[in-house]
DNA sequence: ACCAGTGGGTTTACAAAATAAACCTTCTGC
DNA sequence: GCAGAAGGTTTATTTTGTAAACCCACTGGT
């Protein structure tokens, strides 16, 4: 689109040469993901959002806006008069959970010296989960540094 | 700190209530997941990023510094006369993979319509890798319904 | 000795986004 | 016919981000 190529960065356009650009171009700002955080913990609402979370009600309604667009969330209205809307987790927007686990993790690792604020556990077992990078082929659990890349199919650069 | 709790959002400071908030704290900006990608992936000089991202000069001095100062990345003279810097991936940085991953992950999915721009294997196996979720207990992959949540010893709220 | 080029930045002027508070609308229940 | 709730929008102000110019130390070429 342009020759030199301005738009490495933060395009508003997920359809990106990288799958991590893509997913930041929907979910990348500074409140989207706290936004689905508070969804997934089971706040549907615009008001318990706005409360629990203390944006700006115009930046949520920017935000809930986008992610709607991106359907990685629903309005749903549950009542009418007076007309009120809630907002779920489309399949996209659960599929984000992995992400927002992986995120959580790390602050945990990192931060919380020991004593996680929250704690995800299997429902039916109630014991505790564990994100793992495995082979596919080996089946083993890869570490970091065990992890190569290489440029596939969608590569455009 | 504050009576009515303002601090539920992005308030620079990592010891939060919430480990998701936490790490957002420290990479949760427009740059920091881009910058750390491209680090990631062997690029650690400054005007290799600033290029390969076209991000502005002055945000990638203060998004490296702020990375730095939170032990994400280290800066290395590698050269003297004249001096030169390299910034490096530190354990912290690095056990930030999963995060990455999980992110590259959604945007394949949703984004790649099946074509992958970057292909991850195992360095030994150059086979695929996977990132599950499994339950510490019966070993199962757990999806994102049939996930738990409750407080942990470090909740404070 | 001079000058262009490289690497790693900082400064400055300007544009875009975030924040906070006020306001609007529709409806209910008292 | 008034308060309050839900779900916003508008407006003014502050904070961030962007782009371009500039600075400094040094090297290698002429």
């Not at 959002?49 to 209205?77: C, D």
């Amino acid at each position: 689109m342009n020759p030199k190529s301005k738009t490495t960065a933060i395009t508003g356009d997920p359809s990106s040469a990288c799958s991590i650009e893509a997913t930041l171009d929907v979910i990348g700002d500074r409140w989207s993901l706290l936004v689905l955080r508070s969804v997934f913990r089971g706040n549907h609402q615009f008001s318990t959002l706005q409360t629990e979370l203390g944006i700006a009600r115009n930046l949520l309604s920017s935000r809930l806006a986008r992610l709607v667009e991106n359907e990685v969330l629903t309005k749903v209205e549950y009542q009418r008069r007076p007309k009120r809307y809630e907002y779920r987790l489309t399949g996209k927007g659960a599929d984000l959970s992995q992400a927002l686990i992986a995120l959580m993790n790390w602050g945990d690792r990192w931060y919380a010296s020991g004593k996680a604020p929250t704690i995800l556990t299997h429902r039916s077992c109630d014991a505790a989960l564990e994100q793992v990078v495995v082979c596919t082929a080996c089946g083993t659990d890869v570490g970091p540094t065990a992890i190569s890349s290489r440029p596939g199919p969608g590569r455009r650069t």
